[in-house]
């Protein structure tokens, strides 16, 4: 059974630091990796997705890597701002049964303080 | 930008009442899906819905849960008899294909079972 872990559970920084935020999972049969944006209240918001076959997706100050055989991710957020606090997910496009279903982590709060 | 909402966005019932959640996915989306946030817990996947049948549900989704897409464009999970421990955030998610394009998630509807 498919299980997504995130460390650290909670992190603080300063305004304008980069930062990573890391994802592991134990099965390496995946569809794709998804990340996610929660801010308190809300939905979801998928920030990156990266395909199985790839190894890594930018999208502005954001850069997501991807190893497959080694089950991990991370997140890499560079000259973070206050407006980037909210919770990260990671989500794991599980490969189960032949139908498609995502796998999440418990998220990592992020706060960055002016 | 086209978005999944969800209706109501935060529901208050009696325990052992029924309530049906509804949302309306993305138009051109094929894939659709309910997923579930217990407060302080990771989301967890109930069901997934192709072509107007499920192709895969979870441990959770008992027979108390049923899904059904009434038209061409709402998506309903309905609760039979709810019980406290229904209480949680429930996220609609639609995609257009499987395992290449991101799911887009509706924010949320908040269930609150007294």
């Known amino acids: 059974k498919q299980e997504v872990t995130q460390i650290p559970a909670a992190l603080s920084v300063p305004e304008g630091e980069n930062l990573v935020l890391n994802c592991s999972f134990t099965d390496s049969a995946i569809y794709n990796l998804q990340w996610f944006r929660q801010d308190p209240g809300k939905g979801l918001t998928s920030l990156l997705l990266i395909q199985s076959s790839q190894r890594e997706q930018t999208s502005g100050r954001l850069n997501a890597s991807l190893d497959k055989s080694s089950g991990r991710s991370t997140l890499y957020i560079a000259a973070s701002q206050p407006g980037d606090s909210a919770t990260y997910l990671c989500?794991?496009?599980?490969?189960?049964?032949?139908?498609?279903?995502?796998?999440f982590g418990k998220g990592t709060k992020l706060t960055v303080n002016p | 930008e086209p978005e999944v909402t969800q209706t109501p966005s935060h529901q208050v019932t009696q325990m052992g009442q029924e309530v049906i959640l509804r949302c309306v996915p993305i138009?051109?989306?094929?894939?659709f899906y309910w997923y579930r946030q217990i407060l302080g817990q990771k989301v967890e996947f109930l069901v997934s819905f192709y072509n107007n049948e499920i192709s895969e549900k979870s441990e959770i989704f008992d027979d108390q849960f049923s899904v059904e897409r009434p038209d061409g464009s709402n998506f309903t999970l309905k609760i039979r008899s709810t019980k406290l421990e229904d209480s949680a955030m429930y996220f609609c998610a639609s995609s257009v294909s499987q395992g290449f394009q991101p799911q887009h998630f509706g924010d949320g509807t908040r269930l609150s079972i007294l």
């Open positions: 138009s051109n989306h094929l894939y």
């Open positions: 989500a794991v496009d599980a490969l189960e049964g032949g139908s498609e279903k995502l796998v």
